[in-house]
């Protein structure tokens, strides 16, 4: 299947047209430079593929690829996942308030208190002064601070034995291969659905 969505704008610098799809590039003060970063990785998680053709003064146009399935759809109801529950405060930190409430939502949802944290140094603040602290979620990548990666080792200091998961949306960073060797308990890819959160939390709490 190909998807092609063009409009007649200003167009995008030639120097600029494969920088678009980097973590954190963009022209805006406002911005994160994240949405089209995330698009590709999830496109590429489907075995598609996300490309940009532009001129100055011309307009661009974006082309999506994914590939379709000779399969017929599923008309049945697929199985019931058992719901999650369980209770205590897992801490949340991610620079985007968008995957902080979401994961906040999917976590209460489920029982938990949830408390928040913009960056490492705010994870930090949590695990010193939060007494009934039951695991803690850390994206890796933070913009303009401190990172999971940073804070694992300083936040097991602080509370040995707390299951700490990765969270991120570059799907190729080693530590989602391979968790346990960066000091994570597991990890956890975006874009997620609550039944990837509900399967991680019943791993490790039943």
Known sequence: MKLTVSDNGT???????????DPFFTTKNTGHGLGLSI?????????????????????TTFHLLLP???????????PQTA??????TVLVMDDEGFYRDILKAML???????????????ALTVGRS?????????????????????????????????PI??????????????PHDFGFTDCLAKPFLKEDLNAL?????G
């Open 130 to 162: 939060e007494r009934d602290l039951n695991a803690a979620l850390l994206d890796l990548t933070i913009r303009g601070g401190r990172g999971g990666r940073d804070t694992v080792a300083a936040l097991q200091s602080l509370r040995p034995g707390l």
């Open 108 to 122: 209460q949802d489920m029982g938990y208190e949830v408390v928040e944290a913009g960056n490492g140094d705010e």
């Open 201 to 205: 939390m019943t791993k490790y709490f």
């Open 165 to 178: 998961f990765a969270i991120s949306g570059f799907s190729e960073d080693p530590i989602l291969a391979r």
């Open 83 to 88: 719901v999650h529950r369980g209770g205590g």
């Open 39 to 59: 698009c590709r990785s999830i496109v590429a998680k489907h075995n598609g593929a996300l490309w940009v053709e532009s001129r100055e003064g011309q307009g």
């Open 68 to 78: 379709a399935s000779v399969e017929k759809a599923r008309t049945d109801s697929p």
């Open 11 to 21: 167009g995008i610098p030639a120097a600029l047209s494969e920088k678009i799809f």
